[in-house]
């Protein structure tokens, strides 16, 4: 009887082992990062994915080293906002890690996209799944010495965002939304999410907030303005600014060239870049490192000591 479940405890220790040792390189990675940023929204279509990529282009347009992080598995858009090419590499050892894409010399990508043969392939994953890759993006990837890791997490509050809060330590959020009701509705659903998971808020970024015309430049609130900003008022959260809509950032986005932080002068351009320069302000990239704990990847069986092995 002792011997009956020498099998499955040998099996149940190689996942422990592996487990163990994959949580050391995700302490080992995220221990030469400053800061971890969390771009995440209450619902679609408030331009999230458009915030993170002009985010980590402003940041290390300022010279600070910078990741982007792509876990919006199910539409993953980063690569083709940065009208970035080519696959993902293999590591010339088992024990190397996986280069990111390179946008520049101080911004590095990682998306499923790159990882993809086909991009227009549906990814069609249950929790678990998705779970085991947001943390090899992680403990995989040679991210390297990084001032800001941007994380450009899909709408909601589900698995990815609910991973990223629970193995990134210390990840702060910024929090998307658009001045209209029915999305500040939706914004205080990820609001309380950062709060019963404690994940800081870095602040509030209104998007959408007026419309910039392309005859005369000026900023037209044809929608609405001012709605993300009295919710965070209200809310007691910093409030990062608020972005105009752009037709440019429309046309640059499809071209692979993304406006907001592209140094162009419109009202656009400089209300983002009043964003980065308050993310910089409230996160300056001077964050003590983190001491390791490496987690115990002996070889204590799960049976705790029931079965002889």
């Known amino acids: 009887m002792a011997g009956s479940c020498s099998g499955s405890c040998d099996t149940t220790e190689s996942k422990q082992a592996a487990a163990a040792q994959q949580e050391n390189a995700i302490k080992r990675s995220l221990g030469k990062i400053k800061n971890k940023i969390l771009v995440m929204s209450g619902k679609g279509g408030v331009g999230k994915s458009t915030v993170s990529v002009n985010l980590a282009i402003g940041l290390a347009n300022k010279g600070y080293k910078v990741g982007l992080m792509d876990v919006d598995l199910h539409g993953p858009d980063v690569v083709r906002m940065l009208d970035l090419k080519g696959n993902v590499e293999p590591p010339e050892s088992a024990d190397a890690l996986v280069s990111p894409l390179k946008y520049n010399d101080n911004l590095k990508v990682v998306s499923l996209e790159y990882m993809m043969r086909d991009r227009d392939e549906a990814i069609i994953w249950r929790g678990p799944l998705k779970i085991q890759a947001i943390r090899q993006f992680v403990s995989d990837m040679d991210w390297g010495d990084l001032d800001y890791l941007i994380i450009d997490a899909p709408p909601g509050t589900g698995d990815e965002p609910l991973t990223v809060a629970q193995t990134i330590t210390n990840v702060k959020a910024i929090v998307v939304t658009t001045p209209q009701k029915v999305a500040l509705a939706d914004v205080r659903k990820s609001i309380n999410f950062c709060k019963t998971v404690k994940m800081e808020i870095t602040g509030v970024v209104e998007n959408m907030s007026g419309f910039v015309?392309?005859?005369?430049?000026?900023?037209?609130?044809?929608?609405?303005?001012?709605?993300?900003?009295?919710?965070?008022?209200?809310?007691?959260?910093?409030?990062?600014?608020?972005?105009?809509?752009?037709?440019?950032?429309?046309?640059?986005?499809?071209?692979?060239?993304?406006?907001?932080?592209?140094?162009?002068?419109?009202?656009?351009?400089?209300?983002?870049?009043?964003?980065?320069?308050?993310?910089?302000?409230?996160?300056?990239?001077?964050?003590?490192?983190?001491?390791?704990?490496m987690a115990d990847s002996g070889d204590g069986c799960a049976c705790g000591g029931s079965c002889s092995h």
Do not use: W
């Open 213 to 293: 015309c392309p005859h005369c430049n000026e900023t037209v609130d044809i929608f609405k303005s001012g709605g993300g900003e009295e919710l965070a008022r209200e809310l007691e959260l910093p409030f990062l600014g608020k972005i105009p809509m752009d037709p440019q950032v429309v046309m640059a986005g499809d071209d692979g060239k993304p406006y907001l932080s592209s140094g162009a002068k419109s009202p656009a351009t400089i209300a983002f870049d009043g964003v980065v320069t308050s993310v910089v302000q409230r996160l300056p990239p001077v964050a003590t490192p983190e001491p390791l704990q």
